[in-house]
């Protein structure tokens, strides 16, 4: 398992394109990706997950992978959460 925390840039918007392009960035993966915010998670492939844990609404939130592809499917989604056109 491998996690990591990310800054949110302060324009992403909590809509549908952004939370389409994370669960599809995070669905190309065999692990487990989960959004973390305090005590509660969400599965980061699903875009109902995605929506519901309201990133947009966060400075920062955690990202953890499990799975036999973990440290690619992190360093993929971490990147996503992190550009300039992700909003």
Request: proline share 2%; glycine share 4%.
């Amino acid at each position: 398992m491998v996690s990591k925390n990310v800054s949110l840039n302060p324009c992403v918007s909590q809509s549908l394109t952004p939370a389409l392009q994370f669960a599809s960035a995070a669905e190309k993966y065999k692990c487990n990706v989960i959004i973390r915010l305090g005590t509660s998670c969400y599965n980061a492939k699903s875009i109902i997950g995605t929506l519901a844990s309201c990133f947009s609404c966060v400075d920062e939130l955690e990202v953890v992978c499990d799975g036999s592809d973990e440290a690619v499917a992190l360093d993929e989604v971490t990147k996503l959460l992190k550009s300039d056109g992700f909003m």
